[in-house]
């Protein structure tokens, strides 16, 4: 069973940076797809970036493009979100998920994922 863990969230004033971890442990993230979501109270959950690990795909939602950065260290079987120039909309609870997928070269943040990580609250507050 993949097991995915995010860290990194905490209270940061508008235009600061955070950078959030999601580590996998069971098995290699390797033929994965991984994703990141958010979901702020009263509002639908939301893609808000997808990568292809060992891959070149990624892609982003409108609203984080350009700020947020979705990277990976196989080594250590971790997937990053670096989100910079954030603003009070940014603020949700954000969670990590995973599909295995070993032929598609691209990732999607419109399919259902099969495994996610707890989530990690990120508030962007003055």
């Known amino acids: 069973q993949l097991h995915l863990v995010e860290s990194g969230g905490g209270l940061v004033q508008p235009g600061g940076s955070l950078r959030l971890s999601c580590v996998a442990s069971?098995?290699?993230?390797?033929?994965?797809?991984v994703a990141w979501f958010r979901q702020a109270p009263g509002k639908e959950r939301e893609g808000v970036s997808c990568?292809?690990?060992?891959?070149?795909?990624?892609d982003y939602a409108d609203s984080v493009k350009g700020r947020f950065t979705i990277s990976t260290d196989n080594a250590k079987n971790t997937v990053y979100l670096q989100m910079n120039s954030l603003n009070p909309e940014d603020t949700a609870v954000y969670f990590c998920?995973?599909?295995?997928?070993?032929?598609?070269?691209?990732?999607?943040?419109?399919?259902?994922?099969?495994?996610w990580g707890q989530g990690t609250q990120v508030t962007v507050s003055s």
């Open positions: 069971g098995k290699s993230l390797n033929f994965h797809h």
């Open positions: 990568t292809v690990i060992s891959g070149r795909s990624t």
């Open positions: 998920a995973a599909n295995w997928n070993p032929r598609s070269p691209r990732c999607s943040m419109h399919v259902d994922y099969a495994y």
